[in-house]
Every structure is written in structure tokens, then in C-alpha cells.
């Protein structure tokens, strides 16, 4: 089942064969949305996916994240996650590869960065 509310859209699934049973479910979920929101009704009725939100997550934190919740083959994770840092580093102007301040390789992730 589909839901739009308040310019978002999530599915459930309804956890029923019982086409009535589903029904009442859906109808029950869709009632709740409309009267209290979808913070509400997602703490509720999905209650497995909604964690305290970090401010400003690191980079790590955040494939850290989607790797939980993702649902791609690990070699795709592994080649946005090499993408992505590649961009984020060169957005932040951090070079990859090279020496630190001390003159020792800096290693973090699959990259190696110079600060």
C-alpha cells in the first residue's frame, strides 16, 4: 500500500494475506497520517525505522547508514561509497593521496588524504 500526505509518499506493507484484514489496516493507517502526520504515524506504525537523527553526521557515518538500509549489492555500495568520498573530498579541497603535515600517508576510508 501507498500513502500521500503532506507532499511525502511512503509504502507499507500491509502483513496480511486477508484481504479484509489488509483493508482495515490500511484504511487504520491512513486515518492515523491524516489526523496526526507522518512523524507520528511512522513512530507507530514503523517504528524500526526511525532513529534520532544526527545533526551533521560524517561521511563515514552517513555510508554507514546507507549500507544498513540499502538495498544494492555490496560491490555498488562499495563503488558510490569510493565516488562519493571522492567528491566529498574534492568539494571540501582535501587532495587524495600524498603526505600529511608530520609527512606520514593519512589514511582514512579507501583513500589515502593529505590535509
Known sequence: MEIQHGGK????????PNREAAA???KEIYL?????????????F?????KEKKQNPTVGEFLDELKAR??????????YA??????VAAVAGIQIGG???AGTPIKRGGATLTQ
Not at 509518499?9 to 496480511?16: E, G, I, T, V
Not at 514503523?46 to 526511525?50: G, H, N
Open 82 to 87: 569510493r565516488a562519493f568520498r571522492t567528491i
Open 99 to 101: 603526505r600529511g603535515a
Open 32 to 44: 492515523f497520517v491524516q489526523a496526526n502526520g507522518w512523524e507520528m504515524a511512522l513512530a507507530k
Open 46 to 50: 514503523r517504528p524500526q525505522f526511525r
Open 70 to 79: 540499502a538495498d544494492a549489492k555490496a560491490k555498488t555500495l562499495e563503488d
Open 24 to 26: 482495515a489496516r490500511a
Open 9 to 16: 509518499r511512503h509504502r507499507w506493507s500491509l502483513a496480511s
